[in-house]
């Protein structure tokens, strides 16, 4: 497990410039206009700013970049950063650049001198988010755990205003933990371990055993897990920061902590990257964190379905039929089409038991969609115009790709199987339609929905904005977003 980066807000004072170690950053938008910090900056340096702004590489620079000076004559640091940025930026401008900025300087401790620039608390979440670090499983040589100084003139105020964007990034940070793991390390029993923890942050927290799930019918969930060493559980979450007799806004996620395929199995090629197959599960898991951090005033309930798919004498094979906990029937056709599985029996017990004012699952459900909309976009399908827009709305301001996909009849009909009620598979065209459309059978007419395929933004092999190479934490700022904008 990581820890976040630290951030202190001081008093913005001149003076600390010369003396602080570790980098140095000052702000100066385009068109080379110095502030108080600027201008300290090129009096101790004997005017290697001022030539730095007159420079072809300063002019050529845009909104977000950072110009390093390294070892700068006159100050202590190691390196005098410039962010280039405007003295109102918009939010995402100021979250790239602390982003930027933080990137660069690679783990090491930072003062950042805003003086009373906007966005500073945007400034810090783009810093805090791209510090993240998984050195959990490094005995050597990881980066130095710095820490983040901003130099404000109403720092009590900027610090306030950062808090909540702190408890976000804490969950940002949960959720990359948790995808980032390794299968050996995070089973389903040492997943279910960490969501109970957070029952410190006062959420209430309970874990359903393999004989509960059984007493509930959730059959097509178990059988997933069944050829596995590691118990199968569902975790739910409930988080009451609203109106007791509000109805909860219901959270679902696929969490497979490993998937071989099954007796479907996995070509080996790759398949170490199936440990992120209970991203989804991790999303909801840090969701529920940044909203118990930041006190939400809402009631959120988060469910996961915790299993590993696993081949075995005890696995589920090929043509098997099972019965969900809603009692319809399954033709297992392919054991690697698993996460659906999984989701549909939680899906119906979050309906059943929470009736819920809306429902939103995420998963790596398909290859499918990241065929469709490689790593940039999530896939996004709804049965609710309303609920889909709120949620596509707030994840544009969050800067976090979601691309809304079709549903239809014709895509339903391609589940039909001959001995059962529906088959698992559709075949392989809209692959990610037909996993959806496996879904939505299992949603009740009136519970708007939102299902969110996450196998192409969930983990990524080259860094992002915000995050090192590996699990991005994609999601969890849309939706604490949404919670806040729809049910706050
Ligand atoms: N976990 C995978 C989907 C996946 C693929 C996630 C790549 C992340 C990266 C899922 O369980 C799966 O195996 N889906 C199959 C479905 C098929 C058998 C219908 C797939 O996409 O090939
Ligand atoms: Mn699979
Ligand atoms: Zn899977």
Known sequence: MSSLIPVRFQEFDLDAMAQAEGRVAIIIPSDGKMNPAARRANRLTKGAVARLVESEKFGKSKTGDVISMAWPAGMAAEALDVVVLPRRPEADEARKAGAALAKSAGGKDMLVMVGNQAHTENLALGMVLRSYDFNAHKTKDSEGSGSITIGHSKPKEAEAEFAPLYAIADGVRMTRDLTNEPANVLTTTEFADRLVEMQELGLEVEVLEEDKLAELGMRTLLSVGQGSASPSKVVVMHWNGGDKDDAPLALVGKGVVFDTGGISLKPAGGMEDMTM????????????????????KANVVGLVGLVENMPSGNATRPGDVVKSMKGDTVEIINTDAEGRLVLCDVMWYAQERFNPVGMIDLATLTGAIII??????????????TFCDAFLKSARAEDEGAWRMPLGDAYDKLLKSRIADMKNVGGR??????????LQRFVKEDTPWIH????GVASVSSETSYAPKGATGWGVRALSRFVQDNFE
């Open 277 to 296: 197959d209970m991203g989804g599960a991790g999303v909801v898991a840090g969701t529920m964190r940044a909203l118990a951090k930041r006190k939400a």
């Open 372 to 385: 469709g909309l490689g790593h940039e976009n999530a896939g996004v399908f709804s049965n609710n115009d």
């Open 429 to 438: 065209p809209a692959g990610s339609i037909t996993a959806a459309q496996f």
């Open 452 to 455: 969110l395929d996450i196998a």
